[in-house]
């Protein structure tokens, strides 16, 4: 792949216009039983846009016990929020978008202590929040020959959007993922090779192990494209591994962050 050609195929940038917008409940659906998937709808999702397998949108969430949902105002100077309050948020990737009937869907990972999970779980039709974004998204081609994707629960519904849409010669996901949840949840994988690690397997102790089956694989020296996600930490020791141990060019590894081990 020559360097004109190199650049043709590398995953481009783009910014958004910053926008809140406020949104009710309009359905939920219980999905592979580990997550809850509801529908959000609302006039201020007029001129949504996420052109990004992977974009990620700010949540904000009523406060616990007053139910009041706050929002800010955006200036000039940039974002305010009524005397200095700001909502506890959380960073989500919208799974589907209608923009004909202003329709967005989120999948929100079902598990104990989570902010998101604890409201999705008691969330009901009319209920409210606010997003913010997607300030910026980055449109990978579809077509690498070479895909290899690597995710927990946290990372699937970015996964779910993009197993839809591509292809390639080799197609590879590993999933940090108990395999009845995962094979429930991506019950099509449009030709995508996948191995379900099992749940939490997204931890230090299994790192090396992990490392092994990827010293396995045969990497091409072009036309790849690779995705971390996972905890922080983890991702960052991956993505070490594949841009310093295995020569992979950063432009075409992308990893980041879902959450943190505290």
């Known amino acids: 792949m020559n360097s004109l050609t190199q650049a043709h195929r590398a995953p481009q940038r783009i910014r958004n216009p910053l926008c809140f917008r406020r949104l009710t409940v309009?359905?939920?659906?219980?999905?592979?039983?580990?997550?809850?998937?509801?529908d959000f709808t609302g006039a201020d999702l007029a001129g949504f846009t996420s052109p990004g397998f992977d974009d990620h949108i700010k949540v904000f969430f009523p406060h616990p016990d007053s139910g009041e949902l706050v929002m800010p105002v955006v200036t000039e100077d940039g974002v305010t929020w009524p005397e200095g309050a700001r909502p506890?948020?959380?960073?989500?990737?919208?799974?589907?978008?209608?923009?004909?009937?202003?329709?967005?869907?989120?999948?929100?990972?079902?598990?104990?202590?989570?902010?998101?999970?604890?409201?999705?779980?008691?969330?009901?039709?009319?209920?409210?929040?606010a997003?913010?974004?997607?300030?910026?998204?980055?449109?990978?081609?579809?077509?690498y020959a070479f895909q290899l994707y690597v995710c927990d629960e946290s990372g699937l519904p970015a996964f779910k959007r993009r197993q839809q849409t591509i292809s390639g010669v080799q197609l590879k996901l590993y999933?940090?993922?108990?395999?009845?949840?995962?094979?429930?949840?991506?019950p099509e994988l449009n030709g995508v090779e996948a191995s379900w690690l099992g749940n939490g397997a997204i931890k230090d102790e299994h790192l090396a192990a992990l490392i092994a089956a990827f010293d396995r694989l045969s990497l091409p020296p072009e036309d790849y494209f690779i995705w971390l996600t996972g905890e922080g930490e983890f991702v960052k020791r991956l993505n070490d591994y594949f841009i310093e141990?295995?020569?992979?060019?950063?432009?075409?590894?992308?990893?980041?962050?879902?959450?943190?081990?505290?």
């Open 131 to 143: 997003i913010g974004g997607p300030r910026g998204s980055l449109v990978v081609p579809e077509n």
């Open 245 to 262: 141990r295995r020569g992979c060019d950063a432009t075409f590894v992308r990893a980041v962050a879902y959450w943190h081990q505290k």
């Open 175 to 186: 999933a940090c993922v108990d395999e009845s949840c995962g094979k429930a949840y991506l």
């Open 88 to 129: 506890v948020s959380r960073d989500y990737t919208p799974l589907f978008f209608d923009g004909e009937a202003q329709t967005l869907t989120l999948d929100f990972y079902i598990h104990n202590g989570g902010v998101a999970s604890n409201w999705a779980e008691r969330a009901r039709i009319g209920d409210a929040l």
């Open 26 to 38: 309009s359905g939920k659906t219980r999905v592979a039983d580990s997550f809850w998937r509801i």
